[in-house]
């Protein structure tokens, strides 16, 4: 199961992602950024702790629809976003696939520099 620490330690893994707090309201919101962007949030000290991620509007309702764990982004664009939740009963190769495509997805909508830049599989050159 993905603890708080787990969570944290694998969003700040990722080339170039950053940690920050910025809801003065909500300090305790952790946002975890790539190029100024947000991929993942969520408040690590929340009982079941659960992390809100980009995803394709396709997959979105798929997984929606296959797994309880998984609904739409509580306050994010609904299509766009789904909220997890890690209180254990996904599988944890699934999360951190969940996290790692929403990272993709941010990534690849920065510009090429930007994505040369965090050396971004998906923008490699040969």
């Not at 909508?109 to 830049?117: D, V």
């Given at each position: 199961?993905?603890?708080?620490?787990?969570?944290?330690?694998?969003?700040?893994?990722?080339?170039?992602?950053?940690?920050?707090?910025?809801?003065?309201?909500?300090p305790?919101?952790?946002?975890?950024?790539?190029?100024?962007?947000?991929?993942?949030?969520s408040?690590?000290?929340?009982?079941?702790?659960?992390?809100?991620?980009?995803?394709?509007?396709?997959?979105?309702?798929?997984?929606?629809?296959?797994?309880?764990?998984?609904?739409?982004?509580?306050?994010l664009?609904?299509?766009?976003?789904?909220?997890?939740s890690?209180a254990?009963?996904?599988h944890?190769?699934?999360?951190?696939d969940l996290?790692?495509?929403?990272?993709?997805l941010?990534?690849a909508?920065?510009?090429?520099?930007?994505?040369?830049?965090l050396?971004?599989?998906?923008?490699?050159?040969?």
């Open positions: 199961m993905i603890d708080a620490n787990a969570l944290r330690a694998v969003c700040l893994d990722f080339n170039g992602a950053t940690e920050e707090f910025p809801f003065p309201r909500h305790d919101v952790s946002t975890f950024k790539v190029g100024g962007k947000i991929f993942a949030l408040t690590l000290t929340d009982t079941p702790l659960t992390v809100s991620l980009k995803c394709d509007p396709e997959l979105a309702e798929r997984l929606r629809a296959a797994h309880p764990e998984v609904v739409p982004g509580y306050h664009n609904k299509r766009h976003w789904n909220t997890v890690l254990g009963d996904l944890d190769r699934l999360v951190l996290i790692e495509d929403s990272y993709d941010v990534v909508s920065l510009p090429r520099a930007e994505r040369l830049r050396d971004w599989p998906g923008e490699r050159q040969p």
